[in-house]
């Protein structure tokens, strides 16, 4: 039987055995049909492999791919990109799982609104102590509203930072020709290339909208997180990418980056050893330290406004902040401004 394929649901698949039955069963149970779920295997050392066969040939709407060498998440996302048969593409990490009617509320709401991407809300689900809470979007930012001028994508960037939401492409939805045709592909040279990815296609989008509901589950605290850390000098790239995707466009979401990248910065400085702290801040300070852009502070909350200012400080005039972030990370200066 010849299926009609509208949603390519990608799904990158390494050493996940434990929790891949979970996210495969997931998708099966999707109240909309329609769909195509392509599972990247990418040289799993586990059962991983084995369990991918058995749902491709439970169902033929799974299709495996094992790919020769293993080249990490990104890479394996982008091959699915490339044989996606959906108009619309949609991703899922094979450690988590999704409502029942996850692609039909993202399809209903992209057909509705015709925009190049949805993205919506989720939960987190804690690995240790089992726990799901949902991720609290700040209210400042209204739903159902398409967004699609500068300041409004701005405001969408400053309200979610906090929240990850534009840190992963997972609990998303895209028009497959605004992909293909703005050559969005994941960057595999840098880690975090989700953030880089969505915030690049928060750039290059004509429109897009962000619903209220919840449909996708994030597992957190794994041992073994896909999420990895992402180090200093990748941010400096990540950074650097930013600038040549800008160019002279849209300085404003540098302002934003650089005030991301100066507040992961302090804060590492913070919980480093101070060997490490004074080697990452003078690295930050001579590889991504630019005196032409402000910090943001409307972004983000009084502790690390503080934070930040005295770090700029440090940088503008070649003082260590190492022990001056270890002192502040002791010692909340909130507690300065609290009569009690």
Same mark, same amino acid.
């Given at each position: 039987?010849?299926? &009609?394929?509208?949603?390519? @649901?990608?799904?990158?698949?390494?050493?996940?055995?434990?929790?891949?039955?979970?996210?495969?069963?997931?998708?099966?149970?999707?109240?909309?049909?329609?769909?195509?779920?392509?599972?990247?295997?990418?040289?799993?050392?586990?059962?991983?492999?084995?369990?991918?066969?058995?749902?491709?040939?439970?169902?033929?709407?799974?299709?495996? *791919?094992?790919?020769?060498?293993?080249?990490?998440?990104?890479?394996?996302?982008?091959?699915?990109?490339?044989?996606?048969?959906?108009?619309?593409?949609? =991703?899922?990490?094979?450690?988590d799982? *999704?409502?029942?009617? $996850?692609?039909?509320v993202? =399809?209903?709401?992209?057909?509705?609104?015709?925009?190049?991407?949805?993205?919506?809300?989720f $939960?987190?689900?804690? +690995? !240790?102590?089992?726990?799901?809470?949902?991720? @609290?979007?700040?209210?400042?930012? $209204?739903?159902?509203? !398409?967004i $699609?001028?500068?300041?409004?994508?701005?405001? /969408?960037?400053?309200?979610?930072? &906090?929240?990850?939401?534009?840190?992963?492409?997972?609990?998303?939805?895209?028009?497959?020709?605004?992909?293909?045709?703005?050559?969005?592909?994941?960057?595999?040279?840098?880690?975090?290339?989700?953030? =880089?990815?969505?915030?690049?296609? #928060?750039?290059?989008?004509?429109? =897009?909208?962000?619903?209220?509901?919840?449909?996708?589950?994030?597992?957190?605290?794994?041992?073994?997180s896909?999420?990895?850390?992402?180090?200093v000098?990748?941010? !400096?790239?990540?950074y650097?990418?930013?600038?040549?995707? &800008?160019?002279?466009?849209?300085?404003?979401?540098?302002i934003?980056?650089?005030?991301?990248?100066?507040?992961?910065?302090?804060?590492?400085?913070?919980?480093?050893?101070?060997?490490?702290?004074?080697?990452l801040?003078?690295? /930050?300070?001579?590889?991504i330290?630019?005196?032409?852009?402000?910090?943001?502070?409307?972004? #983000? +909350? /009084?502790?690390?406004?503080?934070?930040?200012?005295?770090?700029?400080?440090?940088?503008?005039? +070649?003082?260590?902040?190492?022990?001056?972030?270890?002192?502040?990370?002791?010692?909340?200066?909130i507690?300065?401004?609290?009569?009690?």
């Open positions: 039987m010849t299926r &009609n394929i509208i949603v390519s @649901i990608i799904i990158p698949v390494y050493n996940t055995e434990q929790y891949l039955r979970e996210c495969l069963d997931s998708v099966l149970k999707q109240t909309f049909k329609d769909f195509e779920c392509i599972c990247i295997n990418d040289c799993s050392t586990d059962n991983s492999c084995s369990i991918l066969e058995e749902y491709a040939k439970k169902d033929d709407r799974f299709v495996l *791919i094992n790919l020769a060498e293993n080249k990490g998440q990104g890479n394996a996302r982008n091959q699915g990109i490339k044989i996606a048969k959906g108009k619309y593409i949609t =991703f899922v990490d094979s450690d799982w *999704i409502t029942n009617d $996850y692609v039909e993202l =399809f209903n709401a992209i057909n509705k609104y015709n925009t190049d991407f949805v993205t919506t809300n $939960y987190t689900f804690d +690995n !240790i102590t089992h726990k799901t809470k949902k991720k @609290i979007f700040n209210p400042k930012l $209204y739903y159902d509203k !398409i $699609y001028e500068e300041k409004d994508k701005i405001l /969408f960037l400053k309200n979610v930072n &906090n929240n990850v939401q534009t840190s992963t492409v997972c609990a998303d939805i895209f028009k497959k020709e605004f992909l293909l045709s703005n050559d969005m592909l994941f960057n595999i040279s840098i880690k975090g290339e989700d953030t =880089f990815f969505m915030w690049e296609a #928060i750039i290059k989008a004509r429109n =897009f909208i962000y619903i209220k509901e919840y449909l996708y589950y994030y597992r957190i605290n794994l041992e073994n896909t999420m990895a850390l992402i180090c000098e990748d941010k !400096i790239k990540y650097n990418q930013l600038v040549l995707l &800008n160019k002279n466009k849209f300085n404003k979401y540098l934003f980056c650089y005030t991301e990248i100066s507040l992961n910065c302090a804060k590492r400085c913070e919980s480093f050893s101070m060997e490490q702290a004074r080697n801040f003078y690295l /930050f300070k001579n590889y330290y630019d005196q032409d852009y402000d910090i943001d502070y409307n972004c #983000i +909350n /009084f502790r690390d406004q503080i934070r930040l200012f005295v770090f700029k400080i440090c940088l503008k005039y +070649n003082l260590n902040y190492c022990f001056i972030g270890k002192l502040h990370r002791k010692f909340n200066p507690r300065l401004f609290i009569i009690k």
